[in-house]
């Protein structure tokens, strides 16, 4: 059965360094997101990605944030300048269309110290 | 602005007990989605089922139902008979048909005894 992948799956960085976070969505999909969860805490949106632009973003996804389909394959999400409170799990999540069933991936686990 | 609540944070219950789930939700849309994602101990996020708003029949799958009443803005999820594997973060969420973010709900952690 087709699913997410996401690597890494535990990325240990120091404050201030850029990450970047991959993502692999499902190969009919259209729709891509990324939502974060911190530790304990429910599930947030951060951005849904569509014909290469984003189609809608949250208030967390500032300009430290930014994402990119580089090839036909991968999406990813970059976090430029990390800080302390971007210490999250960090979910990619894909759909066939926008209203659709998103399917997420297993989680990157973002540690900044 | 859409909004989801769970007003149960954590629930314990024996195994073979039945147990349900509340959720309710707010939006000012008509058309609108609902899901409910288990989060295991592992982390992932695993579907579970997704409804639209013009359809309030119960839906049954195995030891899992769902009773969607719009007259009550919830979507309540049922687990019947109980097991040590059902133990878990369960999150209700809504979508929009005029946007494509899901809203979560703050998650109702479920602990099944043996």
């Known amino acids: 059965e087709p699913e997410v992948t996401q690597t890494p799956s535990h990325q240990v960085t120091q404050m201030g360094q850029e990450v970047i976070l991959r993502c692999v969505p499902i190969?009919?999909?259209?729709?891509f997101y990324w939502y974060r969860q911190i530790l304990g805490q429910k599930v947030e949106f951060l951005v849904s990605f569509y014909n290469n632009e984003i189609s809608e973003k949250s208030e967390i996804f500032d300009d430290q944030f930014s994402v990119e389909r580089p090839d036909g394959s991968n999406f990813t999400l970059k976090i430029r300048s990390t800080k302390l409170e971007d210490s999250a799990m960090y979910f990619c999540?894909?759909?066939?269309?926008?209203?659709?069933?998103?399917?997420f991936g297993p989680g990157t686990r973002l540690t900044v110290l | 602005a859409q909004k989801v609540t769970q007003a149960q944070t954590e629930i314990s219950v024996v195994e073979k007990e039945d147990v349900t789930l509340d959720c309710v939700y707010e939006t000012r849309d008509t058309t609108y989605y609902l899901f409910w994602y288990k989060q295991p101990p592992s982390g992932e996020l695993v579907f579970l089922i997704r409804?639209?708003?013009?359809?309030?029949q119960n839906e049954i799958s195995g030891r899992y139902s769902w009773n969607f009443q719009k007259s009550t803005s919830s979507f309540n999820f049922t687990i019947t008979a109980s097991q040590v594997v059902d133990s878990a973060v369960y999150f209700c969420?809504?979508?929009?048909?005029?946007?494509?973010?899901?809203?979560f709900g703050t998650g109702t952690r479920l602990a099944v005894r043996p």
């Open positions: 999540a894909s759909s066939i269309l926008g209203a659709d069933t998103q399917y």
């Open positions: 969420a809504l979508s929009e048909s005029s946007g494509d973010k899901l809203t």
């Open positions: 409804r639209n708003s013009f359809d309030e």
């Open positions: 190969s009919n999909h259209l729709y």
